[in-house]
Each structure stands twice: as C-alpha cells, then as structure tokens.
C-alpha cells in the first residue's frame, strides 16, 4: 500500500522538480536546453581553468597541458599585490589591508559603541597614509613605486572614508534654509554628476598643474586620490540626502523644542540615525568606487588593472590575456560581491531592527 | 540699542553665507591668477581660436567625411558622433540583454532563475575597464581577413572588426535617420491626439504600433518621392582589407560589447525590482480570471512595472553615455579620446578642451533631466 501512496504522492523533491523544472512544456525545453549546455560546458570550462591548467613553471614554455597557463599569475603574483614596494616593507603593504578589512567586521557587531566605530573610520586614513608613504620614523615610500592592488585597496578606502566628510557636509548644504549655500552645494553635485570620472581624471592630470603657483607640484596619486574623493563625495550627498529626507519631522522638532542648535541636532540626533540607516547603500557606494579606482590607469597610475595591462603585453608573456583578465575579474567579483551581499545582509537587519 | 533676535539670526545668516560667497570667489580668483600666469608662462593663447586650426591627425572611425586636413572643431564632431553611435548602440543591446536577464531573474524556473542570477552577479561585479580589455583582446584576436569569420552571410569577423552591409551612398543612412526620427515624432503625435478625443480615457489602442508605422513609412514616402537611390552593398574581401559595406573598427566593437553587457546587468536588477514590485495579488487575480501566465505578464504586469522603471533606467542610460568615455583605453576616438586627448596634447589649450568635453556632457545630463522632469510631470497628472 505504502508504494501505492507513494506514487499518488510524489516525494518533496520529485514535486520541488517538477514545479520548479518542468512546469510546462515550453519551461522544460528551456530547463533541458540550458541543462545540456551546462553537462556539455561546464567540464571543458573546468578542465581549462583547474585540471589541464598550468600552476607551477617558469615560463611560457612550461605550459604545455593544453590548459589555462597562470603562470604569468603566479610569477607575478607580489607585483600583482605590492607593485614596486620595497621587498623589505612589505609588512607595512599587509598590515595596511588588515587595518582596511577590519572595517567590515566592525560594522557588524552591534554591541561596539559606534563611536569607537567612526573614530576608527576617521583615522584610518591617516594611518594607512602614514603606514603606505612613511614619514615619522617609517622609510619613505616613493609614489612610483605604489602599483597594484596596493594602489586600488589604497585609493578605494582612502578616498572613501575621505569623502564621507564630504558627502555629509554636500547633503546638509543642500538642504539648507541658505540660498547662497543651497546654490553652491546644488551646483557642485550637479556638475560633478553629470561628467564622466574620466574627465576628472584627466583635469586632475593636466589641468590642476595650472591652477597652481609656480613651483608648487602635488603627487600625481594625491591628484588622483583628490578627483576620487570629490567625485564620490557628490554621489556619497545624494545618498545621505536621501538619508536625511526619510528621517521623521518629529526629530527635528523634538530637537528644537529642547532648545539644541542646528549643529548639536544633526551632529547628535539626526546624523547617527542617517549613518545608520545609510550604511548598506554607502557600501555599495564604496564598491561602486573600488570598481571606478580602475580607471586611474588612464592617467598613467599602475593600478591592478594597469599591472595586468602591462603583463599581458610583456614579451615573454603575451598571449595569455584570457588568464591574466580571468584573474582580474575573479579579483574583483569575488571583493564586489561578498561586499555586496554583506550590504544586503545589513540592509535585512535593519528593516528587522524598525 | 537692542536688535530683535529675529533680525540679529538673519544678520548673522546674510553675513555666513556673504563670507562662504566670499571664499570660494577668493578661491576662484586665486585659481584664475595662477591659471594666468602660468598659460603667459608657457605662451599659450586663451581662448577658442584654436579650434579652426587644422587638425592633422586621423580618426580610424568616423561617421561624418573627415581628413586630418579638417579643423580641430570637425574633430570634435567627429568625437561626439562617435560618442552617440557607441552609446546608441550599446543602450539598444543592453537593454535586449537586461530585459532578458531581469526577465529571467523573476521567472519560476529555479534553474534558469540562478543561471541569470550568476551571470548578472558576474557582470555587474566586475569594472568596465575589464570587461573592455578583455573584449578587445578578444576583437585583436579574430582571424586575419583571409579567413574572417562569415556572420549569417552577410557581414564579416575579422582582425579588422566586423564589416556588415551599407548603403552604397552612406549620407541616405543619415538622411534615413533622421526621417525616421520625424516620423516617430509624427505618429506619436496624430495618435495621442486620437486618443485625447476619445471617451474613455487609457482605453485606446496602444502608442507604439503608431509609433513603428511612422518610423518606417514616413521614410519609404520620402524615399518614394524623392530621386535618391538605394542600393545595399555586401562587403567583400578584397587583398588585406573589405570592399562595401561599412567596418566597425575593434576598438568600437570592443566598447559596444563591454558597454552593453556591463550595462545590462543594471537594467536586469531595474527589471526584476519593478516586476517584484508589482503586488503579488495582482498576478493570482489575473491567473484566478483563467488569463495565461504569458498575458498576465505582458498585459498586467509589465504596464504596471514599466512606469517606475524609467527614471531608473533613464540614469542608466545616461551612464552608458557617461562610460563610453572609457573608449580612451582602447582608442575609440569618442569625444574624450578626441577633443579630450589628441586635440589637448597637440594645441596645449587644457582648460578649454576639458571645459568643452564637460560641458558637452553637462548639455546631455540636462537634457536628459529636463525630459525626465517633463515626464514625471506627465505621469503625476496621470496618476492623480
């Protein structure tokens, strides 16, 4: 009896199959269509990048499995990651990321006080600065010698905690009751937003040199950092607006019935609650600028992309770009979107928290 | 003497925003003096004299007839044409690609759903830039012009870029356009006048069979009255290079495609959040009144989902517009790579060439902004 039931009630994931796979007959050509593909694809694709693949070698030479050659990865992997760092002070390069990650960590336990929090935030652009260049004690680090992913993780953290200031001031301008403030702030946003971030580049490469006294130069990273963090800030503003717009009138009113002073408000009662609530859309804010970082190449600045560039047209390496991009893809898919679901996950706990 | 405190508050604002006024003028002067006397310095001219001065370099691609013996303005036409065509191009695929992808992304198909969900992950994660290195490394890749690639038979994959069939006199495509463009404008127009006389509101036939009659019978008519004549010439190979037809250089293929499936993965998330938002209860009313899963989709759901999707998917436009900048990296001479780079390094007249290409962009920003405000106004009166 029991086998007849059975068939009269298929198991869970007989009906899971069939409601989610074969519905009808047009979704289940699709799911057999795209199943095959997959059984047809998926070992090449497999069998390319892990088990033909070359891992260990010298040179080009080496690869002779029929796979993907990671070689010019793998032998370039500290050029990749410290760029032309002193062998020696690399240690500063690691410590640098260590105290760039443990932001994220930071960010979610709720039991630290937040302002430990953004007083950590608020230094750590200065003690990576001072960690990467040197300066009081540490050897000095010339620019030139920054490339690679140092040169991205430098420019994505540093230019976004300093444009977080920014940004804040930029929404609190623009709501302002002042017209003369209001204009200013609407005007820089606007401008900022509407141009490509190529063309910043570009003034900051070939135009700042203009608007400076004689004599007076400024690193060509600081340049790039200082573009970075403008253009960010202006976007940053429209997401603390919209922050600052969604926070109950009944805030400001309880705050002016207590007799505080508008900076006393928005310092103690109406920017905590904005940070707070803003935290997923300014992470995401923050991947979108790890990925704009990318584009300092343009300007001549080796970041990770550029390094890559470079060892694809390296003679002993060319003709390996499918590996070296695959590597960059990886590099920055895997960073995006583990941040991304993170910016998700905290997003969750907050609707929970309402 | 005592002043009110109402009047003192104003003073002290009117005096705050005097100073902030005051600062960022000081600043602008200090910027302009030293902007002055370093242009004397180097003894470059101020000003936009230099644009009729010849060009004297090459554009690989260019929609408009351009020597390097034109001035450095028609240079600049030749960059913003570039831009448009790119971005034109890349917004027509992109959102082919998105609409299927978001489509997908909603569908009850659990394989088909997390397929989708992959590859937009993928797409969007990764920066343009790569996504443009590694399509043109992909197009310099393509066999030589002997052995190009056959694309359905009529157009051909080379080394070169694809070459597909053109009107043996290029300027009629132009013209084509643009009589095109009128007859959208045309029938759009005719139909919503239709529509306004009729009794009950939002119950007429839709806008954009209208739409499609004007976009290819105001041309034919044209066509037809006029002496023009039409003729499609298939490319050919003929020794290193094509005869006919028309040539899409690597370096625009490469954007098109970088451009297209990055900004796809945009308008997928657009498309999924505007279907999701439609109430559930919606679909199950319309699945209860026995309507096919196909007609609820395409007669319920999406009118409901496609008014909240178009500020979004207007940004995302603006952004193609905006990215297609990165042709810089590849050497499509769009208007930053043109009037931004060649024309900046040859004349030495930084300030002017960067003001140029941004203000070029601010013009699309605030056109697109002014349009965007006009439609919403639309929609409000609509909804309310």
């Not at chain 2, 109402?6 to 600043?27: G, H, K």
Request: aromatic share 12%; hydrophobic share 55%.
């Amino acid at each position: 009896m029991s086998s007849l039931s059975a068939s009269r009630r298929p198991h869970p994931a007989l009906r899971w199959v069939h409601k989610q796979l074969f519905p009808n007959l047009l979704q289940s050509i699709l799911t057999l269509a795209t199943l095959g593909l997959l059984l047809w694809s998926v070992p090449k694709v497999l069998d390319w990048l892990i088990f033909s693949a070359t891992f260990v070698g010298s040179s080009k030479a080496d690869c002779v499995g029929g796979g993907a050659c990671w070689l010019p990865v793998v032998n370039r992997i500290d050029l990749f990651v410290y760029g032309f760092y002193p062998d020696t002070e690399t240690w500063r390069v690691n410590l640098a990321f260590v105290l760039a990650g443990a932001i994220i960590p930071l960010l979610y336990f709720k039991r630290i006080d937040r302002r430990w929090v953004l007083g950590y935030m608020m230094l750590l652009p200065f003690v990576m600065w001072w960690l990467l260049k040197g300066g009081l004690g540490l050897s000095s680090v010339s620019s030139t010698q920054f490339a690679g992913i140092l040169v991205t993780v430098f420019l994505g953290v540093i230019g976004m905690l300093f444009a977080l200031p920014m940004g804040i001031l930029l929404a609190l301008g623009r709501r302002s009751k002042k017209p003369a403030i209001k204009l200013l702030c609407v005007l820089y946003i606007e401008l900022v937003r509407s141009v490509p971030v190529i063309t910043l580049l570009f003034m900051a490469s070939l135009m700042v040199q203009l608007f400076l006294p004689e004599g007076v130069t400024i690193d060509i990273l600081a340049r790039v950092l200082i573009v970075l963090v403008m253009f960010t800030a202006a976007y940053m503003a429209e997401t603390i607006r919209g922050g600052l717009q969604g926070m109950a009138k009944g805030q400001y009113e309880a705050a002016k019935a207590l007799g505080f002073s508008y900076w006393k408000t928005m310092s103690v009662i109406i920017l905590p609650q904005v940070l707070r609530n803003t935290i997923p859309p300014l992470l995401t804010q923050f991947i979108g600028l790890f990925k704009e970082t990318t584009l300092v190449v343009v300007v001549g600045v080796l970041d990770v992309v550029g390094i890559a560039m470079s060892t694809t047209s390296a003679p002993e390496w060319i003709g390996l770009e499918h590996e070296v991009y695959l590597f960059l893809a990886m590099f920055f898919f895997v960073i995006c979107f583990a941040l991304s679901r993170y910016a998700r996950h905290l997003e969750k706990q907050l609707e929970k928290s309402r | 003497m005592r002043t009110s405190p109402l009047t003192s508050v104003r003073w002290s604002s009117v005096l705050q925003q005097a100073l902030v006024l005051a600062l960022v003028a000081a600043l602008f002067y200090w910027l302009i003096q030293n902007a002055s006397a370093n242009l004397s310095a180097l003894g470059i001219a101020s000003g936009f004299d230099f644009l009729d001065q010849r060009a004297g370099y090459a554009i690989s691609f260019s929609l408009i007839d351009y020597t390097p013996d034109d001035t450095y303005l028609r240079a600049y036409w030749v960059g913003l044409l570039n831009t448009l065509l790119v971005s034109v191009l890349s917004i027509a695929l992109a959102t082919l690609l998105g609409v299927i992808l978001g489509v997908l992304r909603v569908s009850d198909n659990w394989l088909l759903n997390r397929m989708s969900y992959l590859a937009v992950e993928f797409l969007r994660n990764v920066p343009l830039i790569v996504h443009l290195i590694w399509w043109y490394g992909l197009m310099l890749a393509m066999p030589r012009v002997r052995d190009a690639i056959d694309v359905f038979g009529v157009g051909f994959l080379s080394n070169r870029g694809l070459t597909v069939p053109w009107a043996s006199q290029g300027g009629l495509v132009g013209w084509a356009l643009l009589w095109s463009l009128l007859g959208i404008i045309l029938g759009g127009w005719l139909m919503s006048r239709y529509r306004t006389r009729l009794p009950w509101k939002g119950f007429g036939p839709p806008l954009w069979p209208a739409l499609l009659v004007g976009a290819v019978l105001l041309p034919l008519l044209v066509y037809a009255v006029s002496d023009a004549q039409w003729q499609w010439e298939l490319p050919e190979a003929k020794g290193f290079g094509f005869r006919g037809g028309i040539t899409l250089t690597p370096e625009l293929m490469a954007l098109w495609m970088a451009l297209s499936f990055y900004s796809a993965s945009y308008i997928a998330e657009i498309v999924r959040g505007a279907i999701q938002s439609v109430p559930r209860g919606q679909y199950e009313a319309s699945r209860a009144l026995g309507f096919s899963e196909t007609r609820t989709m395409f007669q319920l759901i999406v009118p409901q989902a496609i008014y909240p999707m178009i500020p979004q998917v207007t940004s995302t436009y603006l952004n193609i517009i905006k990215n297609s900048s990165l042709g810089v990296v590849v050497g499509y001479m769009e208007l930053v790579s043109a009037t931004g780079g060649t024309t900046l390094n040859q004349t030495g007249q930084a300030i002017e060439c960067i003001a140029l290409v941004m203000a070029t962009y601010c013009v699309f920003s605030l056109v697109t902004s002014l349009l965007m405000n006009f439609y919403n106004h639309r929609i409000g009166l609509r909804t309310h």
